[in-house]
């Protein structure tokens, strides 16, 4: 539909809106038209919203003259509005005067003709707005073009965008795209719990079990239930600043071809998603470490017989090792549980065979998980590799225990100009508050760590 049929439309469904309207003022809606009457006007206003919404993404779309045609159009409406009101308010007290007391007896009650009134104010005062796509679409240009410096502040914020102190909030349309990719990248993020707050948030772990009783005597006064108490201990995920950094030539920047949001937007996806996966899974960052990082908080599990992956017959070895490995889990987390193993595990794997010559690894398309591994799906990453990227990692276990917090609003973004103007470069700098951890019960560890070839370390 073009813009002049949907401008008639609009004339139109203001057209009747105040024709009725002008019939309520002059009382001449009676009781038993009342359902009618509220049921068109409802019908009306939800067109005049459409209208009026297609009209202000089509301005959107053809830039200018839309607006203005479309500003004449709602003008003419609402100057259609004062002289049908007028008018019908001329013909209503003719008509008026030749009724008769009954039918005015029949008239509607005030409140019920302020309620309509009232619906009919909101149709006739209904303004277009962009579709929600359009606006992330302006939201995540107009970020971009600021951070790239072709806007200036006072058109960012103009524009929605939150400034000051040097930085900008990087709005969520964008947070959620960096999110999104690094969820993709991240598989604790995948398969894990992330919570959005404003605050901290506290998990209890059970650190004491409940005591049972049984009694097969009739208790009586001297023997009553002994008392058993639980204890439980805090986890505590306190979000830490976390930042990242990524750099743009000036001559990206200023090429008027190059899609700068793009640009912009898939260097913060990178430099923000190596640090918060190196964070997660292994936490070793030097003054910043994470001690419910996986590596780290997951119970390790050792050979009961060494294997040696260069050696032949390493296959049915490695097998019974990972049987032995699966079998650590209590039930409960077990039946919740599954594989993430890093590139060198993988490889392994495919090359693997059971005792029945049937391939270990082997594809499963029923839940649409790519591979299954003695049951329980299988999933890969580099972000798993040990201190020897060529050591097979695996972990097992439910992911489900490893909470992420994300703090809403606290994505934010700093322009580093003068820092690398000397090699005609722009930095970005991301900043988040962010905290990741592995929270399980000393009674039900969540996740198992096994890495071919380690030993358990010696006590003294």
Known sequence: MNKKQLLAMQKRNKKRLTDLRSKLENNEVRAEDLETVQQEVQELADEAQDIADALANMQDEEGEGAGEESGEGSGAGEGEEGRSGEEDGEEG???????????????????????????????LSTRGSKSTKKKEKEIRSAFANFVAGKISEAEARSLGIETGNGSVTVPEVVASEVITYAQEENLLRKYGSVHKTKGNVKYPVLVKKADANVNKKERAAGNPIPETTIEFDEILLS?????????????????SGAPVE?????ELKKAYVRKETNYMFNGDDVGNENPGALAKKAVAFYETTPVDITAA?????????????????????????????????LTIL???????GRPLLHQDATDGVGYKLLGHKLDFTDAADGTDPTKPVFYFGDFKAFHIQDVIGGM??????????????????????????LVYSPFEPAVYRYEVGATAPVTP
């Open 412 to 437: 934010q973004l700093q322009k580093l100009i003068e820092t690398y103007a000397s090699t005609n470069r722009v930095g970005f700098k991301i900043y988040n508050l962010l905290d990741g951890q």
């Open 262 to 266: 793009t640009i912009v937007i898939d």
């Open 313 to 345: 017959g390493y296959s049915q070895k490695l097998y019974s090792q990972l049987v032995k490995f699966k079998g650590q889990p209590v039930t409960e987390v077990l039946k919740k549980s599954m594989w993430i193993v890093n590139r060198a595990a």
């Open 93 to 123: 007290s003719g008509d008026e005067e030749g009724e008769d007391e009954g039918q005015r007896s029949a008239g509607i009650s005030s409140e019920q003709r302020s309620a309509v009134m009232t619906a009919i104010s909101k149709g």
């Open 239 to 255: 979000p830490a600043e976390f930042d990242a950094l990524a750099t743009v030539t000036q001559k990206l920047l200023n090429m």
């Open 350 to 356: 495919e090359d693997m065979t059971d005792t029945t």
